[in-house]
């Protein structure tokens, strides 16, 4: 009986590393949970985009009349016409006592500052657009408005200009 004793004994001694294999053990089932926690998570389809430009150096009015100009259309029709107005190509509806420009509008302006800075918007909005994998060709301007900003002080009492604008994309169902 007592070789049998010293034999497990033995045994037990023989295999001192037997505790370790088990921490190996968990921490593969540690790093398999955190595996599945990750891709079980579901990306949420959006059916809409927003891009905001808060604060930036552009009339109000030209923002408004912009936004208008752009509301509607395609994306990449917007960005080829704010190119267009850049170029002095194609003019912006405006409303007043603004002389009569060339093509199917009353009286108009090219406002080309706030097209410069409009263009880099909608390019935001575009990749907004695709991170919420949303189709491109079906998106439209769904709705683009701007509002006043906080104005700086300039020399002389003088407020310096500043608007916020705010464009959202959204798909349109046939």
């Known amino acids: 009986m007592e070789e049998k004793k010293n034999n497990e004994i033995k045994q037990e001694h023989n295999h001192p590393h037997s505790h370790d294999s088990n921490q190996e053990h968990k921490h593969e089932e540690k790093k398999e949970i955190k595996k599945e926690e990750i891709k079980t998570k579901p990306k949420i389809k959006k059916d809409f985009a927003i891009a905001n430009a808060p604060g930036v150096h552009i009339s109000k009015r030209h923002g408004m009349y912009l936004c208008s100009f752009i509301r509607g259309k395609k994306i ?87 608007a916020s604008v705010t464009v959202e994309a959204r798909e349109v169902k046939k």
């Open 76 to 162: 990449d029709s917007a960005i080829e016409d704010l190119e267009s107005v850049i170029l002095l190509k194609k003019a912006v509806p405006f409303k007043g006592e603004i002389p009569h420009r060339k093509g199917d509008i009353m009286s108009g302006r090219y406002p080309v500052a706030a097209a410069k800075i409009f263009i880099p918007l909608l390019k935001n909005l575009k990749g907004a657009v695709l991170y919420n994998g949303m189709d491109i060709t079906t998106t439209r301007i769904f709705s683009a408005y701007t509002n006043f900003a906080s104005r700086p002080q300039r020399r002389g009492g003088m407020k310096g200009k500043r």
